[in-house]
């Protein structure tokens, strides 16, 4: 049975936790995560189940997600990677392995950035670092729909704008991820303060990932069919990275955590323990172009 511990932390009053389970011999250091705009601390199954016999497993419920206070009026990015840098003063950890994926990794990068000798890897995912004309127009779509109050279309926008759509490339299970990626969305119109605030930070672009970073191991990921963050994107971002890699997962879109979810854990785990990675089978080679697939 794994140690489980829940820190209760505040920032300026807002209340926010975290989620630590505990190896008592680990091969590396801590690995933290930190998901999409709406992903808290236990929606990492497959992660925990890969990770936790290597290393202690770190995730966040951080202002706004789960149980914790909402992100105070006028609070975004800054506040949240606040929260991210509470959390490691609190874990107490010398160095950590960080993962970031969407929204997450924006989160992830701001961190390294303010804290490299803190940072021992840095494993970033599905990184939001251009905004197409499309995305846009998706969001003014789905604000729409919410304004009038039809969640419904709301979380089909949300959901398609999302996944890879193109029936020329093959995503396993597409339709039942459509499916859930809808209800997800559709949950959160309903449940979710300012829930466009949140969609907009996780789907658009921010100048956070400007400024580029060195001293830091990382490896920048996505889904092989990612028409948010395609490919050819993310192997720009990844250059601004001194020193890092990139890969691309096969039959995946932007919800490659999901779609792929064994692989993306176990890629996890061979880069935070120095394995190779490049010739497992789920990595493509090379990444295809981009979808020409719209949003709407």
Not at 56 to 76: I, M, R, Y
Not at 81 to 94: C, E, K, M, N, T
Not at 159 to 166: G, K, P, T
Request: proline share 7%; glycine share 10%; charged share 20%.
């Amino acid at each position: 049975m794994r140690e489980e511990v829940i820190r209760p932390l505040t920032l300026g009053g807002t209340r926010f936790s975290y989620r630590l389970l505990r190896h008592p011999g680990p091969r590396t250091e801590p690995v933290v995560v930190l998901g999409g705009g709406f992903q808290g601390s236990r929606g990492w199954p497959h992660m925990e189940d890969r990770i936790t016999p290597v290393a202690d497993f770190v995730t966040a419920d951080l202002p706004g997600v789960g149980a914790s206070d909402s992100l105070p009026p006028g609070a975004g990015t800054e506040f949240a990677g606040a929260a991210v840098d509470r959390i490691l003063d609190d874990l107490g950890a010398p160095r950590v392995n960080l993962f970031g994926y969407s929204y997450g990794a924006e989160l992830a990068f701001g961190c390294a950035q303010r804290n490299p000798h803190r940072i021992a890897r840095l494993m970033l995912g599905g990184v939001v670092s251009h905004t197409s004309s499309a995305q846009r127009e998706s969001l003014r779509l789905a604000a729409g729909h919410l304004a009038k109050g039809d969640t419904e279309n709301f979380a089909a926008v949300a959901a398609r704008m999302q996944l890879c759509l193109d029936e020329d490339r093959h995503i396993p299970r597409r339709s039942l991820v459509y499916r859930y990626v809808k209800r997800s969305m559709l949950h959160v119109a309903v449940h979710v303060p300012d829930v466009l605030d949140y969609l907009q930070r996780s789907l658009i672009s921010s100048p956070s990932f400007d400024g580029g970073l060195s001293g830091v191991p990382a490896l920048v990921f996505t889904g092989e069919h990612d028409s948010i963050t395609t490919p050819d994107r993310q192997r720009t971002f990844a250059a601004t990275i001194r020193g890092s890699r990139f890969a691309a997962i096969k039959d995946s879109d932007h919800w490659v955590v999901l779609e792929r979810a064994a692989d993306v854990a176990d890629l996890t785990v061979r880069f935070f323990t120095d394995q190779p990675w490049d010739a497992a089978p789920y990595v493509a080679h090379p990444p295809p172009a981009p979808s020409n697939v719209t949003f709407g």
